[in-house]
Nanobody, 121 residues
Framework: QVQLVESGGGLVQPGGSLRLSCAAS????????MGWYRQPPGKQREWVAT???????NYANSVKGRFTISRDDSKNTVYLEMNGLKAEDTAVYYC???????????????WGQGTQVTVSS
């Protein structure tokens, strides 16, 4: 149906920056919300940011002012620009796409495989 592939994770020092990318392919519908979630070691998955098809973005308080989510519909890609990284940002970051399948008539969530972000001195 839909495939999501993340890239851009890696090791960075505190205060550094990283840019994550997520490319979507498959049976895509126009009305959608894409976002980023993360799962720190030993903790539950948490919401980071989301962006709608008409570019309305929302952020978790923990990243607001430091992270920026954006999308390029010509490439079916969503980005997460991360600045001022902290040790607490260390996690596996997952891309998410929620869309209404016109054939089934239901909202469906799709997830990427995840990309590791490690913030360490």
């Amino acid at each position: 149906q839909v495939q999501l592939v993340e890239s851009g994770g890696g090791l960075v020092q505190p205060g550094g920056s990283l840019r994550l990318s997520c490319a979507a392919s498959g049976r895509l519908f126009i009305l959608d919300t894409m976002g980023w979630y993360r799962q720190p070691p030993g903790k539950q998955r948490e919401w980071v940011a989301t962006i709608t098809n008409n570019n309305f973005a929302n952020y978790a308080n923990s990243v607001k002012g430091r992270f920026t989510i954006s999308r390029d519909d010509s490439k079916n890609t969503v980005y997460l620009e991360m600045n001022g990284l902290k040790a607490e940002d260390t996690a596996v970051y997952y891309c998410n796409r929620n869309q209404r399948d016109g054939a089934i008539g239901q909202f469906i969530d799709y997830w990427g495989q995840g990309t590791q972000v490690t913030v360490s001195s």
